[in-house]
């Protein structure tokens, strides 16, 4: 067995180090049909080149973060408001 920790010390490989690249993807892997916390914050990202859908993410008072369903009513409620108190 020292034998073998002995051959894999020589290939000493520290990971921190090894540069990674971030795959754009999608940010709402799952959605809410509403939500009962009060929002503070609403984001949509309108569809991408790495992602084909549109994506409303809302930020709750606490500060966690949620993904509606832009297809559900409450969202559309949600959108209208804000677009017309705009």
Do not use: A, W
């Not at 809410?32 to 930020?59: A, L, S, W, Y």
């Amino acid at each position: 067995m020292l034998k073998y920790n002995m051959k894999l010390q020589q290939f000493n490989i520290n990971y921190h180090f090894i540069p990674f690249t971030v795959i754009p993807r999608c940010r709402c892997l799952k959605t809410r049909k509403f939500v009962r916390v009060p929002i503070t914050e609403v984001k949509v990202d309108e569809p991408r080149p790495h992602c084909n859908r549109r994506e409303v993410i809302v930020t709750l008072k606490d500060g966690r973060e949620q993904c509606l369903d832009p297809e559900s009513k409450f969202t559309k409620e949600l959108l209208k408001k804000l677009g017309s108190s705009r």
